[in-house]
């Protein structure tokens, strides 16, 4: 009897493990491999900030989950985080840190903080300065060395990337963000979508050249639904939708991912053999947008960390700034990025549908 019961207390547990998972779990991947922005960027620009000030570096970032600060722009986890997860891996480590020495056994994070797709050098005939010396390039190139360090021998190397997942990105956006940014004409940012969306199939094919078999392409967010963009493009006579975003932004976005789309399809059709996953990271993003109490946030809009305009966005998140509440009642953290509890949700939308094709979690 006494073993009956050890036996129903282990099964109870075991239910309740399942049930707070983040996703129904699979040890299909050996490794992650991941390129992109500050949106996943896991501690690579807190490194190279090294011993100078940065609010990365103080609380309240990494307060939910964490409980310090952690690398992240957010405060908990970031979107790789929680594939990690679900797929039973660690959660994954920047690569800058051990970039000449690490064996990264279960993978390695390349995605840097405010960087971009195409390098600055594209942007100097529009007469534009970058904000950052990354793109995906360079990251590119930290794989390369990577690569090449641990598995020497090309066999190595294809079967390596062969058992891991390549998430590639959110890569791009900020291509965008910087020129929006600096208060340049925006139609003529339709011109740069070509290039971006090139530049991410690009890599996507060097990738498949070099032996990956499973690549996770994520699309843009809808960057007229973000707080810092609401505050700084959100004049009273800038159209908006029934949910109060900025339409055109968002209508901008659309135009991107729809690009993007169809170069994911241009590259299923050249490499039959490889899984490349379309990720709907606008569509997720919509959800909490159009519903946000459904998953017990309260104004999508605004920031949880920052200051007291309508947005909570004129003041970046830090030590001293206001909290507004609890994370876990906000999509954004800091009018910029999200929090653990956005995060969250579209992880789970691209882990088990309906906002991936296939959902990564069913593509084992």
Request: proline share 7%.
């Amino acid at each position: 009897m006494a073993s009956f019961r050890c036996m129903s207390v282990l099964f109870a547990v075991s239910v309740l493990i399942l049930l707070n998972s983040p996703a129904v779990q699979c040890g299909c991947y050996k490794r992650i491999f991941s390129f992109g922005d500050s949106i996943i960027d896991t501690g690579n620009f807190v490194h190279l900030v090294g011993d100078h000030p940065s609010a990365l570096k103080e609380r309240p970032f990494g307060m939910t989950f964490f409980h310090h600060p952690a690398g992240r722009v957010s405060d908990g986890r970031v979107i790789i985080d929680f594939y990690a997860q679900a797929l039973q891996l660690p959660l994954p480590p920047p690569n800058l840190p051990e970039q000449n020495t690490g064996e990264f056994p279960t993978g390695a994070n390349f995605a840097i903080f405010a960087s971009t797709a195409l390098p600055e050098s594209y942007f100097k005939r529009f007469n534009h300065r970058l904000r950052t010396p990354w793109n995906l390039g360079v990251q590119m190139d930290w794989f390369k060395q990577m690569l090449q360090r641990i598995a020497p021998n090309d066999g190595d190397k294809r079967r390596i990337l062969g058992e891991s997942l390549i998430v590639l990105g959110e890569i791009g956006g900020n291509d965008y963000n910087f020129w929006f940014g600096a208060a340049r004409p925006r139609e003529q940012a339709y011109q740069f979508i070509p290039d971006v969306v090139g530049c991410i199939g690009s890599a996507a094919q060097d990738l498949i050249n070099l032996g990956a078999k499973t690549i996770l392409v994520p699309n843009n967010f809808p960057i007229g639904c973000v707080p810092a963009y609401l505050s700084g493009h959100g004049g009273d006579d800038e159209p908006r939708d029934e949910f109060r975003c900025l339409r055109w932004f968002n209508d901008f976005s659309a135009r991107h991912n729809q690009a993007l789309r169809s170069e994911v399809d241009r590259l299923r059709a050249r490499n039959p053999g490889v899984k490349l996953i379309y990720a709907d990271y606008f569509g997720a993003a919509m959800e909490f947008v159009k519903t946000p109490a459904r998953f017990g946030i309260g104004d999508p809009l605004v920031a949880c960390c920052g200051g007291n305009n309508k947005y909570h966005t004129n003041d970046g998140c830090n030590a001293t700034t206001r909290l507004w509440g609890d994370p876990l009642s906000f999509a954004s953290w800091d009018g910029v990025h999200m929090t653990d509890k956005a995060y969250h949700a579209i992880a789970d939308g691209v882990l088990n549908g309906p906002f991936a094709d296939p959902p990564l979690l069913r593509s084992c």
